[in-house]
């Protein structure tokens, strides 16, 4: 099966393609080894988290800074911690909550990219008396990981860097952004209503297409639980989100996990319009649909089923405290309070921290699109990041 190649990518540097072009090899390689064809979930890892090679596991810029010049943006996309303070800080507040409601003093913090979330949580849990928190941070990317170490050099042994899940944890789970990098499995429904896996295989001229083939039976009983056969449907499942939902509630002993991300409820996520799936790529700040483009050196995402997740974490014996949209879940904790300390008088610094928050709450941006689901154990009062607005009867 053919794909459409995407249009308007920028151009890339030499030592880039060569890094690509390895990439390439490998992958070929792995669909080699595996008789010529590899579910997709399989390719996806190598190409993100191959050592060495993959897009998190190798050298690459991945996250812009926010003070880059525009015209030449560095990096291939811009999270929310980039864009302003202001959502760290506000993170920082509901973090605060759980910390003081279970007696705990630690944050765990997953895929913490530049460390600029970290950097905003811990300054502003020090404004708030609770400069004794300790920061943890599981982290793949070797160079993400040294940029870390020098943004938080300041906050001295507080931040400490993991190699492993902990054995137990009690405290606030911060996830911005890391379920949508999980490798996913793609499926389509046939015309005669079965489901089959798509994965990558190789032509005559060893470029990567697509090829779907029977899935296996705990694929295809997954999707059929999930929704009605629609001839020619293709989406995503992800199992290993779920599973790393599931592992939480092995190893979370008190305390709540924030999960941030971009998706939707399985009503949505699903729905009948949504015909091709969720899969998206993410290269020098383009966003386009071809993961087979320039592998090694684009991010490629999928969106979140947070039903699946909210489902995984009660599977596992966690508490589902909250599911809202982003915009509404930093208005709740505190958004605007912050923003009300500002000076209006000071026109340049008042419009230069108020453009990104927009961003943040715009329902047409980051806004609704991104959401935040809440899990935990032990908790006993309401978070106030859901105290309006929430949606788990959505979900």
């Excluded at 690459?60 to 996309?77: I, Q, S, Y």
């Excluded at 950097?119 to 070797?142: F, K």
């Excluded at 489902?311 to 605007?336: C, E, K, P, W």
């Amino acid at each position: 099966m053919q794909r459409p190649s995407p249009a308007n990518l920028p151009a890339l540097p030499p030592a880039a393609l060569e890094h690509s072009a390895t990439m390439a090899a490998h992958l070929r390689a792995a669909i080699a080894a595996n008789g010529g064809w590899l579910p997709f979930d399989r390719w996806m890892a190598q190409a993100l988290y191959a050592p060495g090679l993959g897009y998190y596991a190798a050298g690459n810029v991945k996250l812009a800074e926010a003070d880059g010049d525009a015209r030449m943006p560095t990096g291939d996309f811009v999270t929310a911690p980039q864009l302003t303070p202001l959502f760290a800080r506000t993170l920082a507040r509901q973090a605060a909550q759980v910390l003081r409601q279970t007696q705990t003093d630690a944050v765990l913090e997953f895929g913490a990219g530049t460390g600029a979330l970290a950097e905003g949580v811990l300054a502003e849990l020090d404004a708030m008396g609770l400069e004794r928190t300790r920061y943890l941070i599981l982290e793949v990317s070797a160079d993400l990981r040294a940029r870390q170490a020098e943004r938080l050099a300041a906050f001295g042994d507080r931040v400490q860097w993991l190699d492993a899940l902990p054995g137990t944890f009690a405290g606030c789970v911060l996830a911005n952004e890391v379920l949508d990098a999980m490798p996913v499995s793609i499926f389509r429904w046939s015309d005669d209503g079965t489901v089959l896996e798509r994965g990558v295989a190789l032509d005559a001229a060893r470029a990567f297409i697509w090829e779907d083939r029977p899935a296996p039976p705990a694929l295809a009983s997954a999707v059929a639980a999930r929704m009605p056969a629609l001839p020619g449907y293709v989406s995503e499942i992800n199992p290993q989100g779920e599973a790393w939902i599931a592992a939480m509630g092995g190893w979370l002993e008190r305390g709540a996990a924030l999960l941030v991300d971009y998706g939707f409820p399985r009503c949505e996520y699903y729905h009948p319009q949504r015909t091709g799936g969720t899969l998206m790529c993410h290269l020098r700040h383009h966003a386009h649909g071809d993961p087979f483009t320039a592998p090694g050196l684009q991010d490629i995402t999928a969106h979140v089923d947070f039903t699946a997740m909210a489902d995984a974490a009660q599977a596992a014996g966690l508490q589902v405290l909250g599911y809202t949209s982003q915009a509404r879940f930093l208005m709740n904790a505190g958004l605007m309070e912050l923003l009300a300390q500002l000076d209006p008088a000071d026109v340049q610094n008042y419009a230069q921290t108020v453009a990104p928050v927009q961003k943040l709450l715009s329902e047409a941006e980051m806004g609704e699109l991104f959401k935040v689901l809440a899990v935990g154990r032990g908790m006993t009062e309401p978070l106030a990041g859901f105290s309006r607005g929430d949606r788990l009867g959505k979900l």
